[in-house]
DNA sequence: GCCGTTTTCGGCCCGACTGTTTTCAGTCG
């Protein structure tokens, strides 16, 4: 099986890390980290690109040097370098630069005086005061440092899913916007850019000389450690854990800083440079030329100084964003108001909480055209899933229902399961009596890649197949996707006039950005579907169209977007 | 280690906060 592109960033990233403690040339340590990155995100696996005899030097911070590493990687599977540094350093003082507060000079300095190697050998050393005796340490250092390595273990600080951190955020806002002297207040960071998981929270305020904001916001009540408080920026820890910044600028500067606390990272670094070409410099107070301000209180200005249009946040990666606002082509990206309808939902036929109208009426509430009813089939027996006898009933139901609902349409559908084989698991003659199928598999996780795959491109040969749900079946920070060649079978969907799905639940997302990229650019349509089990869940679908706009789609590459009469035309095979 | 309207060498984004410092290093985002 070939190696993922996951396995070659980490190797890269590894690399970064044990470079750096060894305190190499900080350039050629972020030369392996933004390889790490680029890698990570892209939409083809290296081995593939390699296989096609593509030249990998043309990938964005890949010279010739790490082109030649990654076919090392991809072809024995180790690279001599990384081999060849834990021979010197130990693989494992990676680990300790996870604890907040390391990074490579004090593993590094640790490593030499004290000879710590582990999270266990640093807990010993800061318990017994050793710590503190180090040049450059101090007892506050020591103390803060034992407490981040008992909450690393304690906590995993894993990232948080976008939908629990919006859970963390609204009360948040809602007390700092009661602060004196705010004015503009507003989340930045990735959960602006819509990632599917975020590290903390980053807020960003203007406000009044003399506001009190940044002390209102450390005396939150969910406040359970204040890490750093200062004048401009303050960090605090929430009983949960989670951790949010604070950030306060003048006025004139909310755009720049808007840019800057936006991120991402990648993104700022490639504008910034873009600025220094034309002699002009960026930082999160402004656009400036020498000592004078020339921009930063809109965010457009900012990106108008360096030529270009105001990009989303959502494409703001470094993904080819700022390329393709130089070149005009930037894409017109899809908004939750050109969703028309949810094509997958479950009722209380099979798991779900509500009937067929409650949820019908719900959907209808939010603007919606359509809806279609997607219960499972009879494999799924602990969901209750529909024989055959059972779906004709509901689809009576349906019938009826319609009768009575004006501008509105329930479509009848259903989540059949993809068995082993590849088979569906309801017979045709039911099948053919439903308006679309989803089809999705529940069972056999472990099949090999092209066991996997051949079991879904044989089920995309059955002409009742529309609409392959949550496609690689990962769950957010609790399961791997399965093994699938994304590639074929998104060139098989297109083929035989099959969509895949982004199923918007916040723990799926899935297809991700860089699949629904991937779809994009294959000419295949994306289904964006809420899989509610419930009416609030069909709120779900602002995750899903989040993570469409991540992958560059427009209204026109998302099936859903479109009105009854086109969608019927474009589901028939 | 990458890269080029400063093009094959010499640069590489920029600032805040903390702690241990008397002028700054380390870390973080």
Same mark, same amino acid.
């Given at each position: ?173 809602? #007390? ?39 002390? #209102? ?128 939902? #479950? ?144 060139? #098989? ?81």
């Amino acid at each position: 099986m070939p190696i993922p592109n996951h396995d070659v960033a980490a190797i890269f990233s590894k690399v970064a890390d044990l470079l750096e403690i060894k305190g190499e040339n900080p350039f050629r340590v972020r030369a392996y980290r933004e390889a790490a990155r680029t890698v990570s995100g892209l939409s083809q696996s290296v081995a593939d690109l390699l296989k096609e005899g593509r030249d990998l030097t043309e990938l964005p911070g890949i010279g010739k040097d790490l082109a030649g590493k990654i076919e090392e990687i991809v072809t024995t599977g180790r690279l001599t370098l990384l081999e060849d540094l834990t021979q010197q350093i130990p693989g494992e003082l990676t680990e300790l630069m996870k604890v907040a507060g390391l990074g490579a000079k004090r593993v590094a300095r640790m490593y030499q005086e004290l000879n710590i190697r582990s999270l266990d050998d640093l807990r010993q050393a800061a318990e017994q005061g050793r710590l503190a005796e180090l040049e450059g340490f101090g007892d506050k250092t020591q103390t803060k440092i034992l407490e981040e390595v008992k909450r690393l273990r304690r906590d995993q600080t894993h990232r948080t899913l976008l939908a629990i951190a919006a859970q963390y955020a609204q009360p948040l806002m809602d #007390h700092l916007g009661k602060a004196k002297g705010v004015k503009d207040l507003i989340i930045a960071g990735s959960y602006r850019r819509r990632r599917e998981t975020v590290h903390d929270l980053d807020i960003l305020a203007t406000c009044k000389r003399g506001s009190t904001v940044m002390d #209102h916001f450390v005396k939150y009540d969910e406040v359970k450690q204040v890490v750093s408080h200062g004048k401009t920026r303050s960090t605090v820890l929430l009983r949960s854990g989670f951790q949010v910044d604070l950030r306060v600028v003048p006025q004139v500067s909310y755009g720049a800083a808007l840019v800057y606390f936006t991120g991402s990272k990648p993104h700022n670094i490639a504008i910034r440079k873009r600025a220094v070409r034309k002699k002009l410099k960026i930082n999160e107070y402004g656009v400036f030329r020498g000592n004078g301000r020339i921009a930063g209180r809109t965010e457009e200005e900012v990106y108008d100084t360096l030529g270009l249009p105001w990009i989303p946040p959502d494409l703001r990666e470094n993904r080819g964003e700022v390329e393709a606002a130089e070149q005009g082509t930037l894409p017109t990206l899809v908004e939750l108001g050109d969703i028309q309808g949810d094509l997958h939902v #479950h009722t209380n036929y099979t798991d779900g909480r509500h009937t067929i109208e409650q949820m019908a009426r719900a959907a209808q509430k939010r603007g919606y055209k359509y809806l279609a009813i997607a219960d499972h089939s009879q494999r799924i027996t602990v969901a209750h899933g529909l024989m055959p006898k059972a779906l004709r009933e509901q689809i009576e139901q349906i019938d009826r229902l319609n009768d009575r609902l004006k501008g509105f349409v329930v479509l009848k559908a259903i989540e059949v399961d993809i068995l082993a084989d590849g088979r569906l698991d309801l017979p045709d003659e039911v099948l053919k009596e439903l308006d679309l199928r989803v089809c999705s598999i529940h069972s056999k996780f472990n099949l090999s890649r092209t066991e996997q795959t051949e079991r879904v491109l044989r089920a995309m040969d059955n002409p009742y197949f529309n609409i392959l749900a949550h496609p690689t079946g990962r769950l957010i920070g609790e399961r791997d996707a399965y093994d699938l060649d994304m590639e074929r079978i998104m060139e #098989h969907a297109a083929a035989n006039g099959c969509y895949l799905e982004l199923n918007a639940h916040p723990e799926r997302l899935d297809l991700d950005d860089n699949h629904c990229r991937m779809a994009k650019n294959k000419g295949l349509k994306v289904v964006v579907s809420t899989d509610a089990h419930r009416m609030d869940d069909l709120a779900y679908m602002v995750y899903g169209v989040g993570q469409a706009r991540r992958g560059w789609l427009e209204a026109d590459d998302v099936l859903n977007s479109r009105n009854l009469k086109d969608l019927r035309t474009l589901l028939r095979r």
